[in-house]
């Protein structure tokens, strides 16, 4: 998938996990419920660190085309290390290490750490980067160019630090879910987690399928490339992509947050 269409499935899936918790009696506060869908929205770009040409190398500059660069090698080293005979032979390191079930639950468990253990300037960076990958992926027409990078950054600095206060506020959220004392914040590794795994199923979608299930070897591949049957698969930025699922992901988003605020 694309960057928007990523982005619109990951601020669907928390809306959708907002109603659900609704349903199950533990509400989400609507602060949660917004922070949770930006942050979603950006983490389902963050896989993609593995590509030098995703939208995610151009949010931060230099730096963040850098960091694409080392975490591709890197990938590209663990796939080598780790292939089995029946793993085709690569070149780079796109749709593998960062791409499994397994990394999503590291950057989930890491950002919940930085959350808890580094207070409001931790919440702050967290909130900053996701909040330039959601407008990046959200907006992506409005924020083309270098020219828009410094104004999205700005955008993203201050609406991270007025939603980080709006957590901090008693009743907004801040202990959702992690009631006990010191584990207010803790809540915000669960839209990483899922940002990242909705990233996956989407790529597991498209003609090339995801290799979400590493390290489990499935037959002679341990890089097995999960997805539906290939009549079911369809190409990145295709129709299907943009006819069909984003509107899809719109509409899914919006009933999920009308659940979730008990509007319906």
């Not at 996990?17 to 770009?45: D, H, S, T």
């Not at 709006?166 to 006990?180: R, V």
């Amino acid at each position: 998938m694309m960057g928007p269409a990523h982005s619109l499935s990951g601020a669907a899936a928390w809306l959708g996990v907002g109603a659900a918790a609704a349903a199950a009696g533990q509400p989400m506060p609507w602060p949660v419920l917004l922070v949770g869908a930006l942050i979603c929205a950006g983490a389902a770009l963050a896989p993609d660190l593995d590509h030098k040409a995703a939208t995610i190398s151009r949010s931060f500059g230099p730096l963040s085309r850098w960091l694409c660069e080392i975490v591709d090698k890197l990938s590209y080293a663990v796939y080598k290390a780790t292939k089995k005979q029946g793993d085709p032979r690569r070149s780079g390191g796109h749709r593998t290490l960062t791409h499994t079930w397994l990394w999503a639950v590291l950057i989930g468990v890491g950002t919940s750490f930085v959350a808890i253990s580094s207070d409001r300037w931790g919440v702050l960076a967290i909130l900053f980067v996701h909040l330039v990958l959601a407008i990046e992926g959200l907006l992506w027409r409005a924020t083309r160019g270098s020219s828009a990078d410094v104004l999205v950054w700005l955008l993203a600095a201050t609406t991270a630090w007025i939603l980080a206060g709006m957590l901090a506020k008693p009743g907004n959220g801040a202990d959702w879910l992690f009631t006990a004392p010191g584990q207010e914040y803790l809540w915000l590794g669960l839209p990483v987690v899922l940002g990242a795994i909705v990233h996956d199923i989407g790529d597991a979608l498209t003609v090339s399928g995801c290799p979400i299930l590493w390290p489990i070897p499935v037959g002679r591949k341990r890089w097995y490339p999960v997805g539906p049957p290939r009549f079911m698969r369809f190409r990145a930025g295709s129709w299907v992509e943009l006819r069909v699922l984003m509107p899809a992901f719109m509409l899914l988003g919006g009933v999920g947050c009308a659940a979730a605020l008990n509007v319906i």
